[in-house]
């Protein structure tokens, strides 16, 4: 009577330890903390258990389901290597029983709160419809020790070695913290340190255009000392590239009303560029007539090169008022373009212009002159006398 009694209180207690109330208790997760590590570090967070913040709703942490699969699929092999090799008594008289197996591992691989699960499933498998009998010399509280040592040792061992699984864990956590950070500081020190370089290595090379632009725009005006066509054009294009340093850029000739292509630096046969621009359309009417500078920044402006390029100005004399072409940027880099550059785009039409000057006077001075028999070549951009006389005028 004493083991029926018995029999029936542990199983009403193990049914409502097992029931929703237990399974409500672990419904909340441990979640890792919100820290990026890199492949090597999550995967070592992977194999260990991950603590969790606290949600706000709940103190109770989840149970990680892999463990809830793994100690029931142990329990179950144990029961069918009981029931097909064994007396059917869930090896109860056996002096280390095989529950211990499941119960030292998942202390080991997960925790307290898994471990504690484990030993209590285990307990409840070991105990529910299979208590033994009660001896005649037993006292009840004998027997109570008796049935109830296992499942208490496997609890215990659940507690204490799970609290220090978890200790190493928090530790191992905080270590791997530091080590994230620590890399972290290092990346930054690294970023800071190539940044910084690279700031140095502009100003050098800043320092040193600026040391080198006295000579370079001293061989500039010393190729610009010519009248002759040819050699003017090679001093034309090198003063562009050293004022304005663009990817694409050509010169333009005007005359017969029409602007027309005399020389294109850095064209591809992939590009659409107009080489004729005829006086009554509107870039050549805005550039020649209204003598302005084009450019791209301004909205009004990017409609009237409609595509054609980035900048575009006049050549052309103030002294005389005489036009010679145009020049016109079609690409160049994004920080070339600014304030400073279409003041300087203004002042290299400029002197090409004088240039231009300069070498029309010495043509007509050396056609006037009788001593000459050479054959003179033509200036550039040059302006046919019907073309001029009609420009001058207009």
């Known amino acids: 009577m004493g083991t029926s009694r018995i029999s029936k209180s542990f199983q009403g207690f193990m049914g409502r330890l097992s029931g929703s109330s237990a399974a409500q208790q672990y419904s909340e997760a441990v979640a890792p903390k919100n820290m990026p590590l890199n492949q090597s570090q999550s995967g070592d967070l992977a194999a260990d258990d991950q603590f969790a913040k606290p949600d706000n709703s709940t103190v109770i942490p989840r149970v990680n389901r892999s463990a809830i699969v793994e100690i029931l699929v142990f329990l179950a092999a144990v029961l069918l290597l009981d029931t097909m090799f064994s007396d059917g008594t869930r ?33 409840a498998v070991l105990l529910i419809s299979n208590l033994p009998e009660q001896s005649i010399s037993e006292t009840m509280y004998q027997y109570l020790l008796r049935v109830s040592m296992t499942p208490i040792l496997w609890i215990m061992t659940a507690l204490i070695l799970g609290s220090i699984r978890a200790r190493q864990r928090a530790e191992r956590r905080n270590l791997l913290e530091q080590l994230w950070k620590s890399e972290q500081a290092a990346s930054a020190i690294i970023e800071n340190y190539k940044a910084a370089k690279q700031s140095k290595e502009r100003l050098e090379l800043r320092l040193a255009e600026e ?8 061989e500039v005006a010393k190729s610009l000392e010519t009248l002759d066509p040819n050699e003017a054009m ?31 630096y850095g064209w591809e046969k992939t590009d659409s560029y107009e080489d004729r621009f005829h006086g009554n359309t509107s870039l050549a009417n805005q550039v020649v007539r209204e003598r302005r500078v084009l450019s791209i920044i301004r909205e009004e402006d990017e ?22 072409g145009m020049l016109k940027i079609e690409e160049t880099g994004f920080t070339d373009l600014g304030i400073r550059t279409h003041e300087t ?30 054959k003179r070549r033509p200036s550039v951009f040059s302006l046919s006398d019907a073309d001029e006389a009609s420009d001058n005028a207009a």
């Open 303 to 324: 409609k009237w090169l409609s595509g054609q390029g980035m900048l575009a100005g006049p050549i052309y004399d103030e002294e005389t008022g005489k036009m010679f």
């Open 234 to 264: 090679d001093g034309f294009e090198k003063l562009v590239r050293t004022a304005l340093n663009p990817k694409k850029f050509s010169f333009f000739n005007w005359k017969s009303n029409v602007l027309t292509l005399d020389a294109a």
């Open 91 to 123: 090896f109860i008289n056996s002096p280390l029983h095989p529950f211990w197996i499941i119960v030292l591992l998942v202390t080991v691989q997960y925790g307290p709160i898994e471990a504690l699960i484990a030993a209590l499933l285990s307990s």
């Open 345 to 374: 785009f203004r002042i290299v039409c400029a002197w090409i212009a004088r240039v231009c000057v300069n070498i029309e006077k010495y043509s007509e001075g050396s056609e006037r002159s009788p001593r000459s028999t050479k």
């Open 211 to 218: 040391r080198c632009s006295v000579v370079t725009v001293f």
